[in-house]
């Protein structure tokens, strides 16, 4: 294996287990949120006025700022030095800060307009109420990224990837020893909220003496650059249309969810005679947000982490003018998308109940919200194998400086998910909005990578069907193996029941799927694990140089 290959998968495994330790902290968080405070309005509300600063978190934490910010830094980096780097660093941020916080505060004055001259309902003042506590967190989130995104430019994946865990310890410990100290469920769920904000804060001082160590420290010349930074916010804004399409449907889901929710004691959807009753029950929002965390575990664990890690190498042949290391990049992150994405989703919707049941049935969430959840789990589990190829296909595009296809594209595929949405919820319910996000989302894969071969040529189809057609067979020998071991322990009684209902479908069917991957000489599950270069895999697949 060359020492450029070794580098590359070295990082992926670095973000890789970053992300899964901070997504472990998120599903406790998320439990423990569960045993608080239940499937119910409350938990609906805080949910539903927490998408915007998580959105803002995925958007620019995991993705359009850094493919809007690198392209620039490189080339000022290469061409100008570190100085004009570090000058345009802080040119970045400091715009940024202005930026966030005049529309925070325009935001927080809608906000408080509404409030105080609308007669609300109780459930929508609650909502309101924790959106405007909630908003300054944007600001704090996005500052955050864009250190990380600059960090992540000089090759330290390690601290960026370190900072979502920073928000997920403060959020449990407040929910363990602070948020029990109120005593009725509105003022625990409004401290909540606080403690958010405050882990927000610690999550943007966290990385910033990583930053001065690397020598980019406070530039009192800042001003100097902003002509670059001009070009990234004109690179930015068509990335972040393109990327957030799936993040954007999800809080559409959300929104329908809460709107479309039959409220405590209310009859009919509208005043009318022969009017329908409500399509939702209360805690759908909740089940939908917790299915969307569980589905986001591989997403972020494997998807995020190798665009993260991919992107620089496609800018970089791109700006080269070397296509062919191009699509051969692109068809070897194919392809690892199909050997894990595909195998991701399988597992997800066969163990969706057990994993409901064993992170989130306590307290005060009951069977009956778990099994909710279950199904949110599932619907949007099948498509895991669609969001983390959007991701890379999309780069594509970026790296190219193509940046309208993409936001085109998702722009119809969000249209498409409201009239999806809209349709479903009546025969389907709840379901039906996370079945129309996974749908969506695989049409939009599919399209992407055909646009994507016009401009940049045809990709290696062939290898990537080759690892399909493996993938696809060693996934059936795991489902095979997952449903007869969650057969044989039905109705039985198991020391720690909840725990070996799953864990023992997962742990075997795991060993099933890489085994008979062995056999089948499918190479790119072992070249992510370790980091090696299987002896299967296609001597012309070049990582990069």
Not at 92 to 120: D, K, Q
Not at 142 to 159: D, E, K, P, T
Request: glycine share 8%; proline share 5%.
């Amino acid at each position: 294996m060359n020492e450029s290959l070794h580098h590359v998968s070295k990082n992926l495994r670095l973000v890789s287990l970053c992300t899964l330790a901070s997504r472990i902290l998120g599903l406790m968080r998320d439990q423990a949120m569960g045993v608080l405070f239940g499937a119910g309005p409350v938990m609906d509300a805080f949910t539903v006025a927490f998408r915007l600063p998580n959105l803002a978190r995925v958007l620019l934490g995991e993705g359009a700022l850094t493919t809007a910010f690198l392209p620039v830094f490189v080339a000022d980096m290469h061409e100008r030095g570190r100085e004009s780097a570090a000058r345009l660093t802080w040119a970045v941020f400091l715009s940024l800060t202005a930026i966030l916080c005049t529309l925070t505060l325009i935001a927080e004055t809608v906000l408080f307009s509404v409030g105080w001259c609308v007669e609300l309902s109780s459930q929508a003042r609650l909502l309101l109420n924790l959106t405007e506590i909630l908003l300054p967190y944007v600001v704090l989130i996005c500052l955050a990224a864009q250190i990380g995104a600059v960090l992540n430019a000089l090759g330290r994946f390690l601290w960026p990837a370190l900072v979502p865990s920073v928000l997920n310890l403060v959020w449990l410990i407040a929910l363990w020893k602070l948020v029990p100290l109120w005593s009725d469920e509105i003022s625990r769920i409004h401290a909540t909220a606080y403690f958010v904000v405050i882990g927000g804060g610690l999550q943007l001082l966290f990385p910033l003496p990583i930053l001065y160590l690397s020598g980019f420290g406070y530039r009192a010349d800042w001003r100097t650059a902003m002509d670059r930074v001009r070009t990234i916010a004109t690179n930015m804004l068509p990335v972040v249309v393109g990327l957030s399409i799936t993040q954007l449907n999800a809080v559409l889901d959300s929104f329908i969810a809460w709107g479309f929710t039959q409220p405590n004691g209310e009859g009919p959807f509208m005043p009318l005679p022969g009017s329908p009753m409500y399509p939702l029950r209360e805690g759908t929002a909740t089940a939908l947000y917790l299915g969307q965390r569980l589905y986001q575990f591989p997403l972020g664990v494997f998807g995020v982490a190798l665009g993260t890690v991919l992107f620089p190498l496609l800018t970089s042949h791109a700006q080269r003018g070397a296509t062919d290391k191009l699509r051969s990049d692109l068809s070897l992150g194919l392809r690892l998308v199909i050997a894990i994405g595909l195998p991701a989703s399988v597992g997800l919707m066969l163990i969706a109940n057990p994993l409901a049941i064993l992170f989130f049935q306590y307290g005060k969430f009951d069977a009956e919200a778990a099994r909710q959840t279950g199904m949110m789990i599932a619907s949007y589990g099948s498509g895991v194998w669609a969001y983390c190829g959007l991701l890379i296909l999309q780069r594509g595009f970026y790296a190219i400086g193509d940046r309208l296809t993409p936001m085109y594209v998702g722009l119809v595929a969000m249209l498409c998910n409201v009239l999806l949405d809209l349709s479903l919820i009546w025969p389907l319910g709840g379901q039906g909005l996370a079945l129309s996000t996974a749908l969506v989302a695989a049409s939009q894969c599919i399209v992407t990578a055909h646009l994507l071969q016009h401009k940049v040529g045809i990709l290696q189809w062939r290898e990537i069907g080759v690892t399909l057609v493996k993938t696809l067979a060693a996934t059936g020998v795991m489902a095979v193996v997952c449903v007869a071991v969650r057969t044989g322990l039905e109705g039985q009684s198991v020391p720690w029941g909840r725990m070996i209902r799953l864990a023992a479908p997962l742990g075997i069917a795991a060993v099933a799927f890489l085994a008979t991957a062995r056999m089948l000489k499918l190479s790119e599950p072992w070249l992510l694990l370790a980091g090696r270069r299987s002896s299967a895999e296609p001597p012309d697949t070049h990582f990069v140089e």
